[in-house]
């Protein structure tokens, strides 16, 4: 086995604000404790979640690394006791609670997926984050069936275009909202069934053009605010309403009789907080689930941009842009 240097490269929040406040430092390497093993990252995953931190408004947990970074791809080079070491030399993609953002980066093993032979490193990157927050919201807290309709705001975000490819996976009835005629375009090309322009029409009325009055069976929210009671127009009776973010406010009012009346369901999660216990059973069962679908090719994320570690600031400042589709990456 290579030596391994003592430091690495790391892009670090120098203080809480913009895009600039990203800067490049120099670190010591991690070392894998009991389960763990130390990737030499390939790529790493830019999500919203980054930019909350980065402004200061989302810290990691307790131990978590306070780089930024929660999803990577990279190859084994070093492993904690209770790892078995032939994995050194393998490579696999993570979910992490922080620290992507480097040269190396320390990831449990039980939320390490293997990397398809003839898949790309940069989609194996593109996969955890997103990945893991759609299967379970839709799936095990949205309990979303076969032949069911969803609503899917953002739908040309990393999350909604995972949740278009993993809904017509799985038999859904796809409708999503995007903010130009264009995103709404690119939507249907990634496999949505209708998109609806949220700046240019009423997406409650869309919908219910849409069912046909009769509304959809799960909602997907990741502005929260104001939209809330207005996703709540879009549910059917027994409909389920599911918030993964609250981009348009934290607070929302809502007639709780409405929701009796139609006999509605809301909840939402955060999954970086998330016990290693918890996100270990949840790699199981995507491993199980989703993951044949990863290696024959069916699944793929859809890619945008990929910027050098080193511009981290301008892979931050056109995420904010809202101009992208899909995935933006960093190449470490």
Same mark, same amino acid.
């Given at each position: 086995?290579?030596?391994?240097?003592?430091?690495?490269?790391?892009?670090?929040?120098?203080?809480?604000g913009?895009?600039?406040?990203?800067?490049?430092?120099?670190?010591?390497l991690?070392?894998?404790?009991?389960?763990?093993?130390?990737?030499?990252?390939?790529?790493?995953?830019?999500?919203?979640?980054?930019?909350?931190?980065r402004?200061?408004?989302?810290?990691?947990?307790?131990?978590?690394?306070?780089?930024?970074?929660?999803?990577?791809?990279?190859?084994?080079?070093?492993?904690?006791d209770?790892?078995?070491?032939?994995l050194i030399?393998?490579?696999?993609?993570?979910?992490?609670?922080g620290?992507?953002y480097?040269?190396?980066?320390?990831?449990?093993?039980?939320?390490?997926?293997?990397?398809?032979?003839?898949?790309?490193?940069?989609?194996?990157?593109?996969?955890?984050?997103?990945?893991?927050?759609?299967?379970?919201?839709?799936?095990e807290?949205?309990?979303?069936?076969?032949?069911?309709?969803?609503?899917?705001?953002?739908?040309?975000?990393?999350?909604?275009?995972?949740?278009?490819?993993?809904?017509?996976?799985?038999?859904?009835?796809?409708?999503?909202?995007?903010?130009?005629?264009?995103?709404?375009?690119a939507?249907?090309?990634?496999?949505?069934?209708?998109?609806?322009?949220?700046?240019?029409?009423?997406?409650?009325?869309?919908? &219910? $053009?849409?069912?046909?009055? +009769?509304?959809?069976?799960? =909602?997907?929210? /990741? %502005?929260?605010? @104001?939209?809330?009671?207005?996703?709540?127009?879009?549910?059917?009776?027994?409909?389920?309403?599911?918030?993964?973010?609250?981009?348009?406010?934290?607070?929302?009012?809502?007639?709780?009789?409405?929701?009796?009346?139609?006999?509605?369901?809301?909840?939402?999660?955060?999954?970086?907080?998330?016990?290693?216990?918890? &996100? $270990?059973?949840?790699?199981? +069962?995507?491993?199980?689930? =989703?993951?044949? /679908? %990863?290696?024959? @090719?069916?699944?793929?994320?859809?890619?945008?941009?990929?910027?050098?570690?080193?511009?981290?600031?301008?892979?931050?400042?056109?995420?904010?842009?809202?101009?992208?589709?899909?995935?933006?990456?960093?190449?470490?």
């Open positions: 086995m290579a030596k391994l240097p003592e430091l690495m490269t790391a892009i670090e929040i120098s203080t809480p913009g895009p600039e406040v990203l800067i490049a430092s120099h670190r010591p991690p070392l894998p404790r009991a389960g763990e093993v130390l990737l030499k990252v390939a790529y790493a995953g830019v999500n919203r979640p980054d930019v909350i931190q402004k200061g408004l989302y810290p990691a947990p307790p131990g978590a690394s306070d780089l930024p970074g929660l999803e990577v791809s990279g190859t084994v080079v070093a492993v904690g209770e790892v078995d070491p032939t030399g393998s490579r696999y993609c993570a979910l992490v609670s620290g992507g480097a040269e190396y980066c320390l990831a449990r093993i039980d939320v390490c997926l293997p990397v398809p032979a003839g898949m790309e490193m940069v989609e194996a990157a593109a996969l955890p984050e997103t990945l893991f927050t759609v299967w379970h919201n839709v799936f807290r949205g309990f979303a069936a076969p032949g069911e309709a969803i609503l899917i705001h953002g739908g040309t975000s990393g999350i909604g275009t995972m949740a278009i490819k993993l809904g017509k996976l799985f038999g859904l009835t796809v409708i999503v909202t995007c903010g130009s005629d264009d995103k709404c375009a939507a249907i090309k990634i496999g949505a069934d209708h998109a609806i322009n949220y700046n240019s029409s009423d997406f409650v009325e869309g919908v &219910k $053009a849409i069912t046909n009055g +009769e509304g959809v069976h799960l =909602v997907l929210d /990741m %502005v929260a605010g @104001g939209y809330v009671s207005r996703n709540l127009q879009c549910l059917r009776e027994d409909g389920r309403h599911v918030t993964i973010a609250v981009q348009g406010g934290m607070t929302a009012e809502i007639n709780m009789a409405y929701v009796m009346s139609r006999r509605l369901m809301l909840t939402g999660s955060t999954l970086r907080p998330r016990t290693t216990e918890f &996100k $270990a059973l949840l790699a199981q +069962e995507i491993s199980a689930t =989703v993951w044949p /679908m %990863v290696c024959d @090719g069916a699944l793929r994320p859809e890619m945008d941009k990929i910027f050098p570690l080193a511009e981290a600031t301008a892979a931050h400042t056109y995420m904010e842009s809202g101009a992208h589709v899909g995935k933006i990456m960093l190449a470490v």
